[in-house]
């Protein structure tokens, strides 16, 4: 379908981006990979008077170490994640994560910054974030801010980023030491998840010592299975992961849709959270 008419215009600086984006108000949005926004425009799911293009402003990709932390760009894209050393050192999740998103022409096109801000909570990324316990850091017209993973997704589609915000890096505590998996469930290999599990884990003297489990599609933002996760601490064999694996759809919400029912969602998420998990300690 032939998108709707827009105004277009490409910054060379943040401050130019956000100068436009506080001018247009709520008619405008950003342009990073376009993976996310394209497809809106054409099936005409978005109507902004103005298209924000970010693509090309310099300093906005790439990564690098702060202490204990990566710093991210928004515009690096998925491709980039994958092979950049650091995030394969110390963000083993991300990058095995990312592996998985579409197809390769959507993963060198598509922005980290990009899937993050488009807020899809049937996307891959915010539920790893979420178990990364990453931060978002935003440029404003008056301040730069950083907002933690928790409370960035607000709704379906919805972020915390305020209209003349730009998301210009993601910060992510490094998990040198930790195992990790990405599992998800969809039914063809370059469809979005029907649920999908990012686990982290901790092991001490053989027994897991703490777990991080973010669930992608089992509500209207990405969320942690906070139940499944205190199970699991302690937990030393596979009974003990299935046990824990049973309580992951505990708090959640997942919606009704052609995708599956509720119920159909939260076996799902029991389900992958027993293999994430076994997968991550060697088990499976």
Same mark, same amino acid.
């Given at each position: 379908?032939? %998108?709707?008419?827009?105004?277009?215009?490409?910054?060379?600086?943040?401050?130019?981006?956000?100068?436009?984006?506080?001018?247009? =108000?709520?008619?405008?949005? /950003?342009?990073? @990979?376009?993976?996310?926004?394209?497809?809106?425009?054409?099936?005409?799911?978005?109507?902004?008077?103005?298209?924000?293009? /970010?693509?090309?402003?310099?300093?906005?990709?790439?990564?690098?170490?702060?202490?204990?932390?990566? /710093?991210?760009?928004?515009?690096?894209?998925?491709?980039?994640?994958?092979?950049?050393?650091?995030?394969?050192?110390?963000? &083993?999740?991300?990058?095995?994560?990312?592996?998985?998103?579409?197809?390769?022409?959507?993963?060198?096109?598509?922005?980290? &910054?990009?899937?993050?801000?488009?807020?899809? %909570?049937?996307?891959?990324?915010?539920?790893? #974030?979420?178990? #990364?316990?990453?931060?978002?850091? !935003?440029?404003?017209?008056?301040?730069?801010?950083?907002?933690?993973?928790?409370?960035?997704?607000?709704?379906?589609?919805?972020?915390?980023? *305020?209209?003349?915000?730009?998301?210009?890096?993601?910060?992510?505590?490094?998990?040198?030491?930790?195992?990790?998996?990405?599992?998800?469930?969809?039914?063809? *290999?370059?469809?979005?998840?029907?649920?999908?599990?990012?686990? #982290? /884990?901790?092991?001490?003297? =053989?027994?897991? !010592?703490?777990?991080?489990?973010? #669930?992608? &599609?089992?509500?209207?933002?990405?969320?942690?299975?906070?139940?499944?996760?205190?199970?699991?601490?302690?937990? !030393?064999?596979?009974?003990?992961?299935?046990?824990?694996?049973?309580?992951?759809?505990?708090?959640?919400?997942?919606?009704?849709?052609?995708? @599956?029912?509720?119920?159909?969602?939260?076996?799902?998420?029991?389900?992958?959270?027993?293999?994430?998990?076994?997968?991550?300690?060697?088990?499976?």
């Amino acid at each position: 379908m032939i %998108p709707p008419a827009f105004e277009y215009t490409r910054p060379h600086s943040v401050d130019e981006a956000v100068r436009a984006l506080a001018e247009a =108000g709520d008619e405008a949005k /950003v342009l990073a @990979g376009g993976q996310s926004l394209l497809p809106l425009l054409r099936l005409r799911l978005a109507f902004p008077e103005l298209v924000v293009d /970010v693509g090309r402003i310099p300093g906005l990709r790439g990564v690098r170490e702060d202490g204990d932390s990566l /710093v991210i760009g928004a515009l690096t894209t998925h491709h980039d994640l994958i092979r950049d050393p650091l995030v394969r050192r110390h963000a &083993g999740l991300l990058a095995a994560a990312t592996r998985t998103v579409a197809d390769p022409a959507v993963r060198h096109r598509g922005t980290l &910054g990009g899937s993050l801000a488009h807020a899809d %909570p049937a996307g891959d990324l915010p539920a790893v #974030l979420l178990a #990364l316990d990453g931060d978002m850091v !935003a440029v404003g017209p008056k301040r730069r801010r950083t907002i933690p993973v928790g409370e960035f997704f607000v709704d379906y589609f919805q972020s915390a980023l *305020a209209p003349d915000e730009l998301l210009v890096e993601v910060r992510v505590p490094k998990t040198d030491g930790w195992d990790f998996h990405y599992e998800k469930f969809h039914r063809a *290999a370059q469809a979005w998840a029907i649920v999908g599990v990012a686990a #982290l /884990v901790r092991r001490d003297d =053989g027994r897991i !010592a703490e777990a991080r489990i973010g #669930l992608t &599609g089992m509500g209207s933002t990405p969320l942690r299975a906070v139940a499944a996760e205190r199970a699991l601490t302690g937990a !030393a064999d596979e009974d003990a992961v299935a046990r824990a694996g049973e309580q992951a759809a505990e708090g959640t919400r997942p919606a009704q849709d052609v995708s @599956g029912s509720p119920e159909y969602r939260a076996h799902l998420a029991r389900v992958l959270t027993r293999r994430a998990v076994l997968a991550a300690t060697g088990a499976r």
